[in-house]
């Protein structure tokens, strides 16, 4: 059975001049990678739940 992996890009989350797309083995960490991506390209000072809320609904299960 093929492992499934989480992602998303930074255009579904609203930034459609951003290119970057995160992966993760788990929810917990593509958040942790859309956090820092956050704070080291869009100078992100939090991360609040409406964000985090954002994210979630973005986030894409592919098989990997």
């Known amino acids: 059975m093929a ?7 930074c255009i579904e989350i ?7 797309e995160g992966q993760g083995k788990d929810e917990q960490e593509l958040m942790r990678e ?3 991506h956050g704070r080291d ?3 992100w000072t ?5 964000t985090r809320n954002k994210v ?3 986030i894409r299960k592919t098989a990997a």
């Open 3 to 9: 492992q499934e992996k989480y992602s998303i890009r």
């Open 14 to 20: 609203g930034d459609v001049d951003c290119p970057w």
């Open 34 to 36: 859309v956090e820092r």
């Open 41 to 43: 390209k869009h100078q």
């Open 46 to 50: 939090s991360f609040p739940e409406e």
């Open 56 to 58: 979630r609904g973005a």
